[in-house]
Nanobody
Framework: QVQLVESGGGLVQAGGSLRLSCAVS????????VGWLRQAPGKEREFLAG????????YYTRSVKGRFTISRDNAKNMVYLQMNSLKPEDTAVYYC????????????????WGQGTQVTVSS
């Protein structure tokens, strides 16, 4: 079992920045990936960024590449999402998830989820 707890969401003006944190606990294998996904009202959960627990490569969806940065601190069992140049359309509940199989970019490939943290970007 893996447990995830997100924090760091809030209200920010357009153009601002936020850093989300995800505390990871439990049994996580080196091959697992940790991703950040978000879900806006009435929309499907979408992949934003991911990183393999033991690797160095990072993966981003096109809409956030260059604005968002995922990073990992294995010593602290933390994964972060630095979000810059935020836009109103970034408003959503943000989740971290653990990917154990299949397509890292697909929300259906994630077996563990945190409770989510709300990010609201005002115009």
């Amino acid at each position: 079992q893996v447990q995830l707890v997100e924090s760091g969401g809030g209200l920010v003006q357009a153009g601002g920045s936020l850093r989300l944190s995800c505390a990871v606990s439990g049994r996580i294998f080196s091959s697992y990936g940790v991703g950040w996904l978000r879900q806006a009202p009435g929309k499907e959960r979408e992949f934003l960024a991911g990183i393999i627990w033991s690797g160095v490569n990072t993966y981003y969806t096109r809409s956030v590449k260059g604005r968002f940065t995922i990073s990992r601190d294995n010593a602290k069992n933390m994964v972060y999402l630095q979000m810059n140049s935020l836009k109103p359309e970034d408003t959503a509940v943000y989740y971290c998830g653990v990917h154990t199989r299949g397509d890292l970019y697909s929300s259906g490939s994630y077996d563990y989820w945190g409770q989510g943290t709300q990010v609201t970007v005002s115009s």
